[in-house]
T-cell receptor, first 111, second 113 residues
Framework: GQSLEQPSEVTAVEGAIVQINCTYQTSGFYGLSWYQQHDGGAPTFLSYNGLDGLEETGRFSSFLSRSDSYGYLLLQELQMKDSASYFCAVRPLNQGGKLIFGQGTELSVKP | DTAVSQTPKYLVTQMGNDKSIKCEQNLGHDTMYWYKQDSKKFLKIMFSYNNKELIINETVPNRFSPKSPDKAHLNLHINSLELGDSAVYFC????????????FGQGTRLTVV
């Protein structure tokens, strides 16, 4: 089976950098994804790591280490609008494209 | 133009009723999904369809019956609604290729009273 663990809550101030970790147990997967969800909204895709290493997209970066069963999402220059829930997710091998999500990390950005 | 649209956005109904949620995607994706998000925001896959064929059923009670008339539509019918069915249901689609993103609809908040 698959399970992913994330911190339930993180608080940071505007302009700061925050890292949201994701550790996982899975028998095999294509890659690690990150999704953002604002209250009352839909999950929206942020980034994907198929290979080990760092992927950078603007203020957001994501990292994967398969040997450590670990990944993280790094958010830089935090803005108030970044307050949301962040989910890591894996797409298990040969399982119809479904995503298995972590329980989500609620990020609160304070002024 | 909305990529994945589902209706209704809100649904309040009594226990024992039957209700349907509709979903349509205009992205040309071949795979569509239903996810359930509970009150603790945990997102869990329910069903996955590829080109109108069911490929994943995550041990969902058979009161839930998805139907895909074509690869752009995936509807969810729920019979004999129970209090525990209250949740937000998200439709999503993807190309089914690893690494491609999944696009989610805006969700249907179902409240069973």
């Amino acid at each position: 089976g698959q399970s992913l663990e994330q911190p339930s809550e993180v608080t940071a101030v505007e302009g700061a950098i925050v890292q949201i970790n994701c550790t996982y147990q899975t028998s095999g997967f294509y890659g690690l994804s990150w999704y953002q969800q604002h209250d009352g909204g839909a999950p929206t895709f942020l980034s994907y790591n198929g290979l080990d290493g760092l992927e950078e997209t603007g203020r957001f970066s994501s990292f994967l280490s398969r040997s450590d069963s670990y990944g993280y999402l790094l958010l830089q220059e935090l803005q108030m609008k970044d307050s949301a829930s962040y989910f890591c997710a894996v797409r298990p091998l040969n399982q119809g494209g479904k995503l298995i999500f972590g329980q989500g990390t609620e990020l609160s950005v304070k002024p | 133009d909305t990529a994945v649209s589902q209706t209704p956005k809100y649904l309040v109904t009594q226990m024992g009723n039957d209700k349907s949620i509709k979903c349509e995607q205009n992205l040309g994706h071949d795979t569509m999904y239903w996810y359930k998000q509970d009150s603790k925001k945990f997102l869990k896959i329910m069903f996955s369809y590829n080109n109108k064929e069911l490929i994943i059923n995550e041990t969902v009670p058979n009161r839930f019956s998805p139907k895909s008339p074509d690869k752009a539509h995936l509807n969810l019918h729920i019979n004999s609604l129970e209090l525990g069915d209250s949740a937000v249901y998200f439709c999503a689609s993807s190309q089914g290729v690893p690494g491609t993103e999944a696009f989610f609809g805006q969700g249907t908040r179902l409240t069973v009273v």
